[in-house]
Nanobody, 126 residues
Framework: QVHLVESGGGLVQAGGSLRLSCATS????????MGWFRQAPGEEREVVAT????????YYSDSVKGRFTISRDNAKNTVYLQMNGLKPEDTAVYYC???????????????????WGQGTQVTVSS
């Protein structure tokens, strides 16, 4: 069956870095846009970054632009999120997602994505 599995979350001090990975299986997402989203306690889920099939187009939320980098390795069926200069307000559960219905395109909003991982906790201490 289709699985998206996040890893790499954990506890880090403010100013530190983490690299999240999202491994996909059960379906080919080679041509699909992929995204990272996050949800803090009591908050709505928000987009962090998205990427099209070959990485030629990306989108970042204003809150993470310049600090986070999304990338993908289609040969490994894996998407990454490099997070630098982490702040306490980055604390959240981070989810990866795929839109299997949009080949070659780039999706920005959570409702557009139809496959989701289970999430990984990122906690940034002050």
């Amino acid at each position: 069956q289709v699985h998206l599995v996040e890893s790499g979350g954990g506890l880090v001090q403010a100013g530190g870095s983490l690299r999240l990975s999202c491994a996909t299986s059960g379906r080919t997402f080679t041509l699909s846009p992929m995204g990272w989203f996050r949800q803090a306690p009591g908050e709505e889920r928000e987009v962090v970054a998205t990427i099209n099939w070959n990485g030629s187009s990306t989108y970042y939320s204003d809150s993470v632009k310049g600090r986070f980098t999304i990338s993908r390795d289609n040969a490994k069926n894996t998407v990454y999120l490099q997070m630098n200069g982490l702040k306490p307000e980055d604390t959240a559960v981070y989810y990866c997602a795929a839109d299997s219905r949009l080949n070659y395109g780039l999706a920005y909003a959570a409702p557009e994505y139809n496959y989701w991982g289970q999430g990984t906790q990122v906690t940034v201490s002050s």
